[in-house]
């Protein structure tokens, strides 16, 4: 018997080789390779294009880091504005986010009825299909009046409101305090659906294993499963940043798009994405590569924290296999 | 106070394993209240997520349905005046344009999309490797970069100009990842026995490929493609640089050609209150679309699950 199965096995092996073996590599095999081939240099060359095209920014890249003005069509170039913009509103709808998105997900799955878990479940990653343009057209048309009507004026009553938010009479309802909002309710669909997801996949076992010994639900939580699925909350809150400091047509509405050097949250500021949709229609030459230039860094940004979120998710799959 | 000297049975004094039942029944009502007050926070967040989300529904079939009628549908968009300021037309050609965006960048990204996800399954060497971390971090580029890409190669370099093939070309590398990246994790699941099965009968190796694994893996590898049309028909960045837009009724590859998010993002800055209104009922259009796509996509995932449980 043992001899037979041994025989199977290093059949297979065999076969296994003969489905790559170099040698006999058909015209299906050279098919795929020469698909693959492109695709690749379509991975290339778009992120060589684009560097390519910005070269003649790089020429002052002080101007472009720090730089606080954006003159065009001649320059200098400042991107400090919209790098500003861009980590303050993906940070603060990453903090708001992630708060009340992981109540949430911790919600639908301790706290939901079972029946309707599932009809949450869907619903929530429908959510998280809607195109972001739509949440900017919510925020442009709907809460951007709100905010002047009712948020504004409400938080300049507080006195230290002047200092952090702005001065009072220097709102226009698009903000970045605006587009940090509207990110956050785009975000959170994309946040809970991954983290539901994560949270749901901590073995019964061991949860049902805490609950025996007496330990109440919030401890379950606490000490069982978010320990456990701690590393792939992390490379959801990583996505969902990702998500945040590359989206473009929802911030250009929503806050204001104005080169802003500042740390207010009430003025009118923008962010890379969003500055490089504003401005490309009536770029010229210098200008074009310049904003060029501003995508090679959210290039940098975006490819950095998807790699981070990545290798986190993969140490997650590895921890829920010792599990 | 130590526990563990009043854990120690003393069965004659009464008065301590009173003392111990009471010191055990405190702590287990303050966990209870904590954890009553965590899970009503939890509730909170729950209730918190939902408010703006159910809002944003709303207020879009409300105000969109009210936009949809005849003329939405069959007319070309024109200029609002000052003698008629109600007179701006439908979004024929933003209907049209979006149909034939979405074609043409299925067109080019779905037999590179799934054949790359083929090789991704079912070969073992670096460049396999290599490809697929490639796949990944493009799937979650921000998509402004997808449209500088089309605007470089294609507007600029190829000097074909703003067309649609520039934006379904901005879109296809949108959809490619995704697609490779679906179809690699379908054909994966595809059981070895079945592979097995078709060498032992003395199939040649792409014929098993073709005729058992791409069938067996068919319905996921749908139901990705799906999903990356879903995601693309929606995008506005990449087509915002590279089509063109304007009011015309075109469909033609080497023409500029509208979109629906592109109507949505230029309308919605309009000064004219009957075009701001209008933007509603395209956004309804466009959700519409993407739901019946991502409906349809989770369907036939569930069906396939089913047939194979």
Redo the contacts between chains.
């Keep these: 018997m043992s001899t037979s199965t041994s025989k199977i096995a290093s059949q297979?092996e065999e076969?296994a080789e003969?489905?790559?073996a170099s040698s006999?590599r058909?015209?299906?095999?050279w098919?795929?390779?020469g698909?693959?081939?492109?695709?690749?240099v379509?991975?290339i060359?778009?992120v060589g294009?684009?560097i390519?095209?910005s070269i003649p920014a790089w020429a002052h890249p002080g101007t472009l880091l720090t730089g606080k003005g954006w003159q065009s069509p001649t320059g200098p170039f400042g991107g400090f504005a919209m790098i500003i913009g861009t980590f303050e509103t993906s940070l603060i709808a990453l903090v708001v986010a992630g708060?009340?998105?992981?109540?949430?997900s911790?919600?639908?799955v301790?706290?939901?009825p079972g029946k309707f878990r599932n009809i949450i479940a869907?619903l929530v990653?429908?959510?998280a299909?809607?195109?972001?343009?739509?949440?900017?057209?919510?925020g442009?048309?709907?809460l951007a009046p709100w905010m002047l009507k009712t948020f504004d004026p409400f938080v300049n009553k507080f006195p230290f409101a002047s200092t952090i938010f702005g001065s009072p009479g220097q709102q226009f309802g698009p903000s970045l305090m605006l587009a940090s909002i509207v990110l956050s309710?785009m975000i959170?669909?994309t946040f809970?659906a991954i983290s539901r997801e994560v949270i749901s996949a901590v073995p019964s076992e061991i949860i049902e294993a805490s609950y025996s010994l007496?330990a109440?639900?919030?401890?379950v939580?606490?000490d069982v499963v978010l320990p456990t699925a701690k590393i792939g909350l992390f490379g959801a809150t990583f996505?969902a940043l990702?998500?945040a400091?590359?989206?473009?047509?929802a911030v250009?509405?929503v806050a204001g798009g104005v080169a802003n050097a500042q740390f207010h949250l009430l003025y009118p500021g923008t962010s890379i994405?969003a500055w490089?949709?504003t401005q490309?229609g009536e770029a010229q030459g210098t200008e074009v590569s310049a904003?060029?230039a501003l995508?090679v860094l959210?290039?940098l940004i975006?490819?950095s924290?998807?790699?981070i979120s990545?290798s986190l998710v993969n140490r997650q799959r590895k921890v829920l296999a010792r599990v | 106070m130590t526990m563990i000297d009043e854990l120690v049975p003393q069965p004659e004094n009464t008065g301590t394993r009173d003392a111990i039942r009471r010191t055990a029944h405190a702590h287990?009502a303050r966990?209870?209240a904590?954890?009553r007050v965590?899970?009503i926070?939890?509730?909170?967040?729950?209730v918190?997520?939902s408010i703006?989300?159910v809002?944003?529904l709303i207020?879009?079939i409300v105000r969109g349905s009210s936009q949809l009628n005849a003329t939405f549908f069959t007319k070309l968009p024109q200029s609002p005046s000052l003698v008629d300021p109600n007179a701006i037309g439908g979004v024929l050609n933003s209907i049209i344009g979006t149909l034939a965006l979405t074609i043409y960048a299925s067109i080019m990204a779905i037999?590179?999309?799934v054949?790359?996800g083929?090789?991704?399954a079912?070969?073992?060497?670096k460049?396999?490797a290599?490809?697929r971390v490639?796949?990944?971090?493009?799937a979650?580029?921000?998509?402004?970069?997808?449209?500088?890409?089309g605007?470089?190669?294609i507007v600029?370099?190829l000097q074909i100009g703003f067309t649609a093939i520039a934006g379904s070309f901005a879109l296809a590398?949108l959809m490619?990842?995704v697609i490779?990246i679906s179809t690699e994790i379908s054909v994966r699941n595809v059981p070895d026995t079945l592979?097995?099965a078709g060498?032992?009968l003395g199939a040649?190796?792409?014929k098993v490929?073709?005729k058992v694994v791409i069938p067996s893996a068919l319905s996921g590898i749908v139901t990705g493609c799906l999903?990356a049309v879903?995601?693309a028909?929606?995008?506005?960045?990449p087509v915002?640089?590279t089509i063109g837009g304007g009011y015309l009724n075109e469909w033609r590859p080497l023409n500029p050609v509208s979109a629906l998010?592109l109507s949505?993002?230029m309308n919605?800055?309009s000064e004219w209150p009957s075009q701001?209104a209008q933007?509603?009922g395209i956004?309804l259009v466009?959700?519409a679309f993407?739901?019946v796509l991502?409906?349809t996509a989770?369907i036939w995932a569930s069906r396939k699950q089913k047939r194979n449980s």
Excluded: D
């Excluded at chain 1, 708060?99 to 949430?104: A, F, H, S, Y």
């Excluded at chain 2, 490639?134 to 493009?138: K, S, V």
């Design positions: 297979r076969l003969i489905n790559s006999s058909g015209w299906y095999q098919l795929l390779i698909v693959s081939v492109l695709f690749a379509v991975s060359s778009f294009s684009i390519i095209y708060i009340v998105g992981l109540g949430t911790l919600s639908i301790f706290l939901v869907t990653e429908l959510l299909a809607i195109p972001s343009i739509v949440y900017g057209l919510w442009f048309l709907v309710v959170l669909p809970v007496g109440t639900r919030w401890q939580i606490k996505l990702a998500r400091t590359g989206e473009t047509v250009a509405l994405a490089i949709a490309f904003l060029m995508g959210l290039m975006n490819f924290l998807s790699l990545r | 287990r966990r209870v904590i954890s965590m899970m926070l939890c509730g909170i967040a729950l918190l997520t703006p989300l809002l944003l207020q879009l037999p590179v999309g054949l790359t083929v090789y991704l079912e070969s073992r060497s460049l396999a290599t490809l490639i796949a990944q971090t493009m979650g580029a921000p998509s402004i970069l997808m449209g500088l890409f605007f470089t190669l600029k370099y590398v490619l990842p490779a592979r097995e060498l032992a040649k190796p792409h490929s073709l999903l879903a995601r028909i929606g995008e506005t960045a915002l640089l998010p949505i993002y919605a800055k701001r933007v509603w956004a466009l959700v993407v739901f991502s409906l989770r």
